[in-house]
Structure formats: C-alpha cells, structure tokens
C-alpha cells in the first residue's frame, strides 16, 4: 500500500475508534496509529507527495507566575530544608495538570494561540507537570504507544527518560484522565489536535487521486468528527 493511502486510512481508523466514548483500550490503540504519524516518517511522506504541510493549532500557555510573597515564602522554606540537607532537589511545582492546550482555542488570560509543525507539535507541553518537569506530546505518546500497550507492554523500562519517569508513576497509582490512564486519556486530546492538522492534507490526497476509497463503509471525508 503506497504511503498517500496509508496514511489516510490510518486517519479513517483513528477517527472511527474516537466516535461513541472511546474506552481506555481504544485510546491506547490510537497511540499505536498515531505513532507512525506523529513519531515517525509518514506524516511528512504523505505531505511531500500532495505539497501541503500540516500545522497543528495548540495553546501557549502564558508562563506560570509565582506572586512575590509566595517565592520568598518557598525561598526560605527551601533554605531551611537544604540547611540540614542539602542534597534534596529543590522542587516548586510538585504536581500540576492544565487542560486545553491542544484544543486549539486560548482558556485563560495571557493564551496564545500558535501553529507548529509535527516536530515542534511533539515537543509541546501537554498540560501535566511533575516535579518542575513539563512533560511534552511525545512522552505521552511514548508512554501511551510503546508502554502502556499501544503498540508494546513488555513491562521493559521506556527508552525516553521523560516517559520512563510517567510511566513509573502511573505504576505507583498516578493520577487519572477522565477516569482513564492519563496519558490514554490525554491521546484523546493529540488525536483529535491531529486529526484537524490533517483534514486539509488528506483532503488534497484525496483530490489529486493519491487516496482511493477503500471497500468498506468508512471513507475519508472532511465532516468534523467532534
């Protein structure tokens, strides 16, 4: 199958399993659809072949300020601990989730709204921080696609430090999405970012002929899915 059709039928497959409340097992399995989109080479193969890049719209958050009351408070909390022992990581933000990010549209004031190509998309922040780490697009789809049973769950540890650190918080009860798994819930959030990036590529495919439609009841079209 040549990669023009791949692509968008791997697009049709994505946008079928997020119909009717997807359970955490659909979402696991987009991660292992979006995968060969998002961290791998088709995405750009299918948008050499029809001339059209795709542009993910997302959220910029406006950077986290800490009233100054609050940072001489932590200042000195932080001096007292590292007084007596000075080998614990300093640590502001223990734990923090913003939704929102990939919808596309500012939520709270100081938003900005930007769009980014696959690479600079995989690198955006999620909305979820732990110990002062921002976890990006990629690691949730890391941990989504290649632990958690996406495409692998060998209960090996992730070869991404950032989604081997998630992981073994999820292991230890971490928190939850929407009563999902969060970084399954959070694929939710990426497919449907993804999806809207692509409808104008796929759109073209379809156009120049690149994409036949396939023997079956689900065929591409540029109707919303959400």
Same mark, same amino acid.
């Given at each position: 199958?040549?990669?023009?059709?791949?692509?968008?039928?791997?697009?049709?497959?994505?946008?079928?399993?997020? @119909?009717?409340? &997807?359970?955490?097992?659909?979402?696991?399995?987009? *991660?292992?659809?979006?995968? &060969?989109?998002?961290?791998?080479?088709?995405?750009?193969?299918?948008?050499? %072949?029809?001339?059209? #890049? *795709?542009?993910? @719209?997302?959220?910029?958050? *406006? &950077?986290?300020?800490? $009233?100054?009351?609050?940072?001489? /408070?932590?200042?000195?909390?932080?001096?007292?601990?590292? %007084? !007596?022992?000075?080998?614990?990581?300093?640590?502001?933000? %223990?734990?923090?989730?913003?939704?929102?990010?990939?919808? =596309?549209?500012?939520?709270? $004031?100081?938003?900005?709204?930007?769009?980014?190509? @696959?690479?600079?998309?995989?690198?955006? $922040?999620?909305?979820?921080?732990?110990? #002062?780490?921002?976890?990006?697009?990629?690691?949730?789809?890391?941990? %989504?696609?290649?632990?958690?049973?996406?495409?692998?769950? #060998?209960?090996?540890?992730?070869? #991404?430090?950032?989604?081997?650190?998630?992981? /073994?918080?999820?292991?230890? =009860?971490? *928190?939850?999405?929407?009563? @999902?798994?969060? $970084?399954?819930?959070?694929?939710?959030?990426?497919?449907?970012? !993804?999806?809207?990036?692509?409808? &104008?590529?796929?759109?073209?495919?379809?156009?120049?002929?690149?994409?036949?439609?396939?023997?079956?009841?689900?065929?591409?079209?540029?109707?919303?899915?959400?």
């Amino acid at each position: 199958m040549k990669v023009e059709q791949l692509f968008v039928e791997t697009l049709i497959d994505i946008a079928q399993k997020l @119909r009717n409340n &997807p359970s955490e097992y659909d979402l696991l399995k987009v *991660a292992g659809l979006l995968r &060969p989109i998002l961290l791998e080479n088709m995405l750009d193969r299918a948008s050499a %072949a029809a001339s059209v #890049d *795709a542009r993910f @719209r997302v959220v910029k958050p *406006a &950077p986290v300020s800490i $009233p100054p009351e609050l940072q001489r /408070q932590m200042d000195a909390a932080w001096a007292t601990v590292h %007084a !007596t022992r000075p080998e614990v990581k300093r640590v502001d933000v %223990a734990l923090s989730m913003r939704q929102g990010l990939l919808r =596309g549209e500012p939520w709270e $004031p100081g938003d900005e709204v930007v769009e980014l190509s @696959r690479l600079d998309f995989l690198e955006h $922040p999620i909305g979820f921080i732990l110990n #002062d780490v921002e976890y990006s697009v990629k690691n949730m789809l890391k941990v %989504a696609a290649n632990s958690l049973g996406g495409i692998h769950n #060998d209960g090996k540890p992730n070869r #991404d430090k950032r989604a081997e650190e998630l992981r /073994q918080y999820m292991e230890q =009860g971490g *928190a939850t999405w929407c009563g @999902r798994s969060m $970084p399954a819930g959070m694929v939710f959030d990426i497919a449907c970012c !993804t999806l809207r990036a692509c409808e &104008p590529l796929a759109d073209e495919l379809n156009r120049l002929g690149l994409y036949v439609h396939a023997t079956s009841e689900w065929v591409w079209s540029a109707e919303p899915v959400l």
